[in-house]
């Protein structure tokens, strides 16, 4: 790419947006099969990424509006899945995942990691579906930092 002349590949979001149905048909049935929702899941994975978060932070890290993630949340809480608890200070609210929502997350990430693997090797070899997969994980994470500075309050 040189210049101001207009690429002659695709958009990467006109690529991703021909890849994401297909994703969503292949993991749809297993989070249902699961008891899981789309959300609920990126919810959990979220929460096992690290230690008890905040439910703003978890908002945050989500993109899921407060009330919105509440309901998903009062619904992993009846389920068993989560843990709420009052912070130290008392005015907001930790998550954690409890130790039945780590085996049900086990359980799902490697069936719908078995129909990525699928999915990427219709189109590419394994070294570069492993290579795509690597990119797109640092994409993803450059991604994150730019979000996390955007929702930094200026001052």
């Not at 993630?69 to 992993?76: C, K, N, T």
């Not at 008392?90 to 990525?116: F, M, P, Y």
């Amino acid at each position: 790419m040189t210049g101001n002349a207009p690429s002659s590949e695709p958009d990467l979001a006109a690529l991703i947006f021909q890849v994401l149905p297909r994703l969503g048909a292949l993991e749809e049935p297993i989070l249902r099969d699961a008891g899981l929702s789309m959300w609920e899941y990126a919810i959990l994975t979220e929460v096992a990424s690290g230690a008890a978060m905040s439910q703003r932070e978890l908002s945050r890290r989500t993109r899921r509006d407060p009330t919105r993630l509440g309901r998903h949340l009062d619904d992993l809480v009846s389920r068993g899945l989560v843990n709420r608890a009052k912070s130290r200070d008392q005015r907001q609210r930790t998550v954690e995942i409890s130790a039945d929502g780590h085996t049900l997350l086990n359980e799902v990430r490697g069936k719908i990691r078995s129909v990525e693997d699928e999915l990427l090797r219709a189109g590419l070899s394994e070294s570069e579906g492993g290579q795509f997969r690597r990119l797109l994980a640092r994409l993803a994470a450059s991604c994150e930092g730019v979000a996390a500075e955007e929702s930094k309050p200026s001052g």
